[in-house]
């Protein structure tokens, strides 16, 4: 079972759920604790389908690099490990596309336990200093690999065009965060919330494919990533860093399930 990690003091807490978001799965206000980044990595293969060759490729050198830090492959088989009692996966959860887990599982980790997440690339680097510099200051709540570093395409090969404004512009394939933050807190209720709203075209509108790129499906490819942490990103930037050290190498079509 997982250990519950400090979270922030209550003066820093986040506000309390707005109108329009579903109390049943908020984000929980986090207890008054001194913040500390726990010495850990979560990896997510959200799905039932087999790894590739190259993805067990990456996940072993995300192991190599990070030989000092607890490791956590999170996987449908252990996932329950991971929940937090107060707080139940999304009912629309097992709707969603194996991306989309993957993504909505990044801010319900880092928001309740915190640590770092990678997604499953060939990540150069190692998370021992970021995490070191992430507890070196109350001021940082969040650090990562640089949105510069890595291209972003869809499953497709397509390069998302996107304009990045100032150099502290986390990418979701490599964040770090310390648990119960006002930024993953407003993250993991957007997140939430974007569930919430196509909620009722999920039931009817499965995914055909590891993406949810059927036309059917509600869900857009990057609704729960850069669709979700960019306006916290930005609303809270003085509270984080890039680490210049993390960088993935990946071709285009490298960034789903394959």
């Not at 929980?28 to 980044?37: C, E, G, I, L, M």
């Not at 293969?45 to 030989?67: C, F, H, P």
């Not at 309740?112 to 021992?128: E, N, V």
């Not at 993953?184 to 055909?208: C, F, G, K, M, Y």
Request: charged letters at 20%; zero cysteines; a positive charge.
């Amino acid at each position: 079972m997982m250990r519950r990690f400090p979270q922030f003091p209550a003066d820093l807490a986040p506000a309390a759920p707005l109108p329009s978001e579903s109390p049943a799965h908020a984000a929980s206000a986090p207890a008054p604790s001194a913040p500390h980044a726990p010495g850990q990595v979560f990896a997510v293969w959200a799905g039932e389908n087999a790894m590739s060759d190259v993805r067990r490729r990456s996940l072993d050198i995300l192991r190599y690099t990070n030989l000092g830090l607890d490791f956590h492959l999170v996987t449908p088989q252990n996932l329950s490990e991971y929940l937090v009692a107060q707080h139940p996966l999304h009912p629309s959860y097992e709707d969603l596309s194996f991306h989309h887990r993957a993504d909505y599982l990044r801010a319900y980790f880092m928001h309740h336990h915190g640590g770092a997440y990678a997604d499953i690339k060939p990540l150069t680097g190692a998370w021992g200093p970021v995490l070191d510099k992430l507890n070196s200051s109350a001021v940082l709540w969040a650090g990562g690999m640089s949105a510069k570093a890595l291209p972003s395409f869809t499953p497709m090969g397509k390069r998302v065009a996107r304009t990045r404004r100032g150099a502290r512009a986390l990418h979701p394939a490599a964040v770090a965060f310390k648990p119960g933050s006002p930024w993953t807190a407003e993250w993991l209720s957007q997140v939430e919330r974007h569930i919430d709203e196509a909620a009722p075209l999920l039931r009817d509108n499965a995914p055909v494919q590891p993406w949810g790129l059927n036309p059917e499906y509600p869900l857009a490819w990057d609704a729960l990533s850069w669709g979700s942490l960019e306006s916290a990103a930005r609303k809270y930037r003085r509270h984080s860093f890039t680490a210049r050290s993390l960088r993935v190498s990946v071709a285009p079509g490298g960034g789903g399930f394959d």
